[in-house]
């Protein structure tokens, strides 16, 4: 999928803030995703899926402090799977990018929050039919 976004508020004004021609916040003009999957004969599945989104505002004053840098994610899964059960490893984030998915700025109360995007993770899943 590739989606491209343009946004600007056209009248935008909220306890005496004018945000007028200010982009949306967390509206990526670019992002993208590939995935795919390969399933062999023998049971063995491949699963590989990446997605990209340029950089952003988080909010809709358009601070650049808490513009949101671009990021690119790498997700994988490997099993072996029958008609009643699955057995195999995953990994999200595989190229361990860090990154922030939030940040809120009040400078006026010295508050900073910032919630950074999930690690690199890898682990074992299984499933059973019945």
Do not use: C
Request: net charge negative.
């Amino acid at each position: 999928t590739l989606g491209y976004a343009d946004t600007e508020f056209t009248d935008f004004e909220t306890n005496g803030q004018n945000f007028t021609g200010n982009e949306f916040g967390g509206a990526a003009d670019w992002s993208y995703a590939l995935g795919g999957a390969y399933f062999f004969a023998n049971g063995v599945e491949a699963h590989l899926d990446g997605s990209f989104t340029n950089n952003y505002f988080m909010d809709a004053d358009n601070d650049p402090v808490t513009k949101a840098d671009s990021r690119f994610l790498l997700n994988g899964r490997l099993l072996y799977a029958t008609d009643v059960w699955s057995l195999g490893v995953f990994g999200r984030n595989l190229l361990d990018e860090v990154y922030v998915n939030q940040r809120s700025l009040n400078a006026a109360e010295g508050v900073d929050v910032i919630r950074p995007g999930e690690p690199r993770v890898v682990g074992v899943q299984g499933n059973v039919k019945f």
